[in-house]
Every structure is written in C-alpha cells, then in structure tokens.
C-alpha cells in the first residue's frame, strides 16, 4: 500500500551561493575542488559502464567575455570538462554504498520475468518499474528511500513542468547531520540536446546513465551543464529552450516534491508468452495475423 505522501519545502537558493564563472580558472577550481576535499574517499573515475557517482549558476549573463575568441572558447571547454571529471571521480562512503545497491537492483530487474504495460523505458527496463525496485531494495538494506515526484509551476522564465527521481535521506552522522543521496536513472538524457556542438557532447558523454551523488554533487553538475549547454547555443548562434535553463534543470530536482513509498513490485508468471495480438476486422492484413493451419474461412457474400 502506497505510503503517505509527504512535501518537501523547495530548496532555496541564491546567486550569493552559486559557483561564479567569471573566467577565472583558479578560482573557479579552488572552488569546485575545495567542495570535492569534503567528505571524500578516494577517487573512482568512469569504467565506461555508465556507473559513475557523483552548485548553482544564473540564467542571465554571467561573464562569458573572453570566450568569444577561438583561444578562449578552447580554453573553456577544457576547463568544464575538468570539472565535470574530477566531480565524479570523487565519491564518499555512503554514495558507494547506495551505488552499488542501486546497481544490483536494476541488474536483478533485468533477470526477473516481470511484465510491465508501461512503456517508459531506461536503462533497459521500465523506469516506473525500476524505481520501485530500486526504492525495495534500498528499503530492504536499510535507507531511508522514497520516490519524489517534484512539480513546478510555469514562470515568466520557465514553463511549468515535472519530474520523477528517487533519493536517500541519511542521518546516521550525528556530525554530517543530513545527508541527500539523489538517484537519477535517466541522468545523461537529461543534457542531451539536438544538434549541439562536438564540445558539448562529449562534456555530456562524461556523465552517467544513472547518477547517484550527494545533492552537492548534483548541483555542481547541473551548474557546469547549464552554464556549458548556454555557451553551446551562443556560439552556434541558436536559440536556447527555457527548459534548457539552470533554473528550469534544477526545479527538477530541487524544487518542491511529494515523497512516496510505493507497493512493492511483485513478479508475474509470465513464462515467454507475448501477449496475444488483438486483430481488427478493419485491417487488411486480418489473414496474416490469423494461423493458416486448421482453419476454413467461409466465403462472405457481398450483397
């Protein structure tokens, strides 16, 4: 049985916090790595499998003079793929350990013989399915998990809109006090943009299929990508989206949202069989879909 439904106040934020891209590479990296030294254990960079772990920035102008140059823009596109990298080659313990939670659940899924009429699909699965299935198997190891289901209304800068994700709340440390883990099972779609420079995609490729990272680790990515995704347009002289905005990227997960605890997801019987295919008399094909052995049509007169 579905469990109560609880709101989460929206996370708020100001410019005063965000990480200034004003051109100043050390800066900026002093900033960005002096977050990464806290309550870090080591480095664990990408295998290629797309498992990797993992603040805010304006949608106004925000000191992009002295990439219009080619020199600049090269300079650029460096620095944000250094970030984004050493972003998520930095973990902590309790993001490993989710991690690997979550990657064993949706590895299970995949074995399961669970028949789904949803056809939203990630990784592989069905996504409604694998966020039940990940959100039972963090329940079983013991998290504090739930599904959220954020909701925003529209803006004069952003439409409204909403999103599904999942998240770990931990208070185990007296002294961290509150940990966010976020679980993101769409991660890298979420930047993807059609015909977006080669710089951009491969800043995009760096990321994750499924992210699963504390909420300041999140932050700091939406923060490059938005920041990245705008300089990607202005440079190819092409309008950006309102829903490609920072402020839009991170309504969706730092907006307000309902938590819920769902039914557990049960498996069904379901040994091979395809579901029989409904046949329409009004379709032309009515005697391919029909086995031909056994059977005798009766001719129909037309009168």
């Not at 900033?31 to 080591?42: A, I």
């Not at 039972?136 to 909701?151: E, H, P, R, V």
């Not at 990227?249 to 409904?278: H, I, N």
């Amino acid at each position: 049985m579905p469990g109560v439904a609880a709101r989460l106040p929206v996370t708020p934020w100001s410019s005063d916090d965000t990480l200034k891209f004003s051109g100043d590479s050390e800066s900026l990296g002093d900033m960005v790595f002096g977050f990464l030294g806290e309550d870090s254990s080591g480095s664990s960079c990408n295998s290629g499998d797309g498992w990797v772990h993992g603040e805010d920035c304006g949608d106004g102008a925000d000191g992009e003079e002295g990439f219009d140059n080619v020199e600049g823009s090269k300079a650029f596109w460096e620095e944000q793929d250094q970030l984004v990298q050493a972003i998520l080659c930095r973990t902590s313990s309790i993001e490993s350990k989710i991690r690997q939670v979550t990657k064993e659940a949706l590895r299970e899924l995949k074995l399961k013989e669970t028949y789904c009429v949803c056809r939203r699909r990630v990784a592989g699965v069905c996504q409604n399915c694998a966020e039940k299935e990940v959100w039972g198997q963090l329940q079983t190891a013991g998290y504090n998990s739930a599904i959220c289901k954020s909701k925003w209304k529209s803006s004069p800068d952003i439409p409204s809109g909403e999103h599904s994700y999942m998240e770990v709340v931990d208070r185990s440390s007296a002294k961290k006090g509150e940990v966010r883990v976020v679980i993101e099972l769409n991660f890298r779609a979420e930047f993807e943009m059609a015909r977006a420079s080669a710089e951009y995609n491969l800043l995009v490729s760096r990321l994750p299929e499924v992210f699963v990272g504390k909420s300041e680790r999140l932050k700091a990515l939406i923060k490059i990508l938005c920041h990245a995704a705008k300089k990607c347009m202005k440079e190819k002289k092409m309008h950006m989206g309102p829903w490609r905005k920072h402020k839009y990227m991170q309504a969706k997960w730092f907006g307000t949202c309902e938590r819920t605890a769902p039914a557990p997801m049960s498996p069904v019987d379901f040994p091979g069989r395809l579901p029989r295919q409904r046949v329409s008399m009004l379709t032309f094909d009515l005697l391919e879909n029909l086995p031909a052995a056994g059977l005798n049509f009766k001719a129909v007169e037309v009168v």
